[in-house]
Every structure is written in C-alpha cells, then in structure tokens.
C-alpha cells in the first residue's frame, strides 16, 4: 500500500532563504507526482507535475526533483517571500490506478 | 486558465439532511473525481468517474454517498444523510486523461461542509 510522508511537518524561516521541501513514498510504481500549495482554509494549486520519466520540472523561483528508485523527491523554493508561507503537499499517483495519496503537508512560514 | 468551479464555498447542515456539493469542471476533460480533506488530516480519495459510470471509489464513499452528472458540465456529490464526521471541505478535480497527462489533475478550491 502507497504510503507518502512529508518531511518537515512544520519549517519557519526568514525571507530570501533558500529552502528544501522533502516528500518520499514507499512504493516506486507511480505513473507521477504532483506538488501542490494550500492556503489555509483554501483550495489546492498545482505547482508542479512530474511524470515518472523525468528527473525534474522548474517554474520560476521553484523547482521539484524526482528519483523515483528511492522513492522520494523535493521541492525546492529560491529566495523565499513572505507570499510563500502556505502548507505544501505531495501527492503520487501510483501505477494500476488513478487516486491520487497526498502526504499530510509541510507548514511553511517565512517571516519578513 | 482553465478552472475547476465548486458552490457552494461553504455550506452548514444538520445531521441527517441531504446535500448536494456542485462542481463545473474544466469543458474538455473526462475524467472527474471528488476528494476530501478533515480539518488537520489528509486529502484523502472518494471516487473518479468517467462515461457517467463510477471507475474506482474509496472504503469512505459507501452508500450514503453518490455522483452524478446530470448534464454536459455539472458534476455533483450527494450525501443522502449527513453525519458530523461528514465535515470536511471536499474538493472536486478533473482531467483529460486518467493519469492526468501533462497537466495532472485539476483541482476545484472546495466546499467546505459543516455538519452540526
């Protein structure tokens, strides 16, 4: 059964700092991985898709890997702005079906 | 952009009643789904629908629950009689193809369902 875990739970930092969000899943069939970002009381956005075959995707000041053999991957924020602060989650769609399974999400506060 | 729209943002009902949680998903996609989230938990799945038939549901989506799209743009979630544990904010989402293609899933910004 697909397990998916986010790493910190909680990350507060000030602004401009570079920061790495970690997400890591157990089982490595997964057709992609998709991150997203919540506001709180909000709706999902998607920031970045990732498809099984690729290493990376970037968009702007992020950018998300894949090693999909050790069943993780991170998401990495540059110059970080107060904007930023949101609770942002992983979710991998396992091979053999479509439901996506989030990871419970890292709370992230950067502080101007 | 194309959006996944979700009425209404919130809605409080008391235990017992019937609601219908409404979404309009994004024109060209065929494949739909509703998620959902308890307060301080995960998103968890409910059920994708495709070719007005049901393609894969979750343990949570018994029979207290149903979808149906009733026309060429609505999709809903019916919850016959609602129980307290059914507060959460539910999310629709939708896409072109089943594992989302280049795109993924797009998702609704929820409804958010109290219960009391």
């Known amino acids: 059964k697909q397990e998916v875990t986010q790493i910190p739970a909680a990350l507060s930092v000030p602004e401009g700092e570079n920061l790495v969000l970690n997400c890591s899943f157990t089982?490595?069939?997964?057709?992609?991985l998709q991150w997203f970002r919540q506001d709180p009381g909000k709706g999902l956005t998607s920031l970045l898709l990732i498809q099984s075959s690729q290493r990376e995707q970037t968009s702007g000041r992020l950018n998300a890997s894949l090693d999909k053999s050790s069943g993780r991957s991170t998401l990495y924020i540059a110059a970080s702005q107060p904007g930023d602060s949101a609770t942002y989650l992983c979710?991998?769609?396992?091979?053999?079906?479509?439901?996506?399974?989030f990871g419970t999400g890292t709370r992230l506060k950067v502080l101007a | 952009e194309p959006e996944v729209t979700q009425t209404p943002s919130h809605q409080v009902t008391q235990m017992g009643q019937e609601v219908i949680l409404r979404c309009v998903p994004i024109?060209?996609?065929?494949?739909f789904y509703w998620y959902r989230q308890i307060l301080g938990q995960k998103v968890e799945f409910l059920v994708s629908f495709y070719n007005n038939e049901i393609s894969e549901k979750s343990e949570i989506f018994d029979d207290q629950f149903s979808v149906e799209r009733p026309d060429g743009s609505n999709f809903t979630l019916k919850i016959r009689s609602t129980k307290l544990e059914d507060s959460a904010m539910y999310f629709c989402a939708s896409s072109g193809t089943p594992s989302g293609g280049d795109y993924g899933y797009t998702f609704g910004s929820g409804t958010r369902l109290t219960v009391v």
């Open positions: 979710a991998v769609l396992p091979s053999g079906t479509y439901k996506y399974i």
């Open positions: 089982d490595s069939a997964i057709y992609n």
């Open positions: 024109s060209n996609h065929l494949y």
